[in-house]
């Protein structure tokens, strides 16, 4: 399935998805140094964490993530009864 057919609960599962796959396949080995980029920090296992990092943060059921009230000095749209 493509995006405009997925929930933003979807699409944030399968973000938290991958980056979890990414992190075991770039998991560090015995000397500290990622197997594949044989680097010690490893730029795709940071960009995974911080995907994770991300997307856990975010409360898309949380009460409080209302949208804001519409300010009382906007102006006007036809229709408005004003």
Do not use: K
């Not at 405009?4 to 980056?19: C, E, G, K, Y």
């Not at 911080?50 to 036809?78: F, I, K, N, Y």
């Amino acid at each position: 399935m493509t995006a405009p057919f997925l929930s933003l609960a979807q699409i944030r599962n399968r973000l938290i998805l991958t980056a979890r796959w990414v992190l075991r396949e770039y998991r560090p080995g015995p000397d500290g140094r990622c197997p594949t980029c044989r680097t010690p920090d490893c730029p795709p296992a940071a960009a995974a964490r911080h995907v994770l990092r991300a997307a856990t943060r975010v409360h898309l059921w949380h009460p409080t993530a209302q949208p804001p009230e519409p300010d009382g000095d906007a102006p006007r749209r036809a229709g408005d009864g004003g």
